[in-house]
């Protein structure tokens, strides 16, 4: 089964950055992106970027230009680098995995999820 670890949370400064870590155990070829998501408080989970088994990398546009994805799935570990955050921004963080093609960001798509990390950012 996959187990996923998300670490790098914590409190920060509204335009402070913070660096997310995921690592995946237990993935077999049939997994074939991690995502990384969020949720806060009384809002829907939603997908913030995946990389998928060619290494693609996506993101909605809500993110683009401060959030950057990066990692090896093959090596089972990605990151998220998160810049210029905002209060906006707090929410637990998640990483998971997929194991439908053209999943993209979508957490429906998605199967295995880690235990999340929670960013605070300060105004």
């Known amino acids: 089964e996959v187990q996923l670890q998300a670490s790098g949370g914590g409190l920060v400064q509204a335009g402070g950055s913070l660096r997310l870590s995921c690592v995946a155990s237990g993935r077999t070829a049939a997994d074939v992106a991690i995502g990384w998501f969020r949720q806060s408080p009384g809002k829907e989970r939603e997908g913030i970027s995946c990389i998928n088994s060619d290494g693609n990398i996506y993101y909605p546009d809500f993110v683009k230009g401060r959030f950057t994805m990066s990692g090896d799935i093959a090596k089972n570990t990605v990151y998220l680098q998160m810049n210029n955050l905002k209060p906006e921004d707090t929410a637990v963080y998640y990483c998971?995995?997929?194991?439908?093609?053209?999943?993209?960001?979508?957490?429906?798509?998605?199967?295995?999820w880690g235990q999340g990390t929670l960013v605070t950012v300060s105004s």
């Open positions: 998971a995995v997929s194991r439908v093609k053209g999943s993209y960001y979508h957490p429906e798509f998605y199967d295995y």
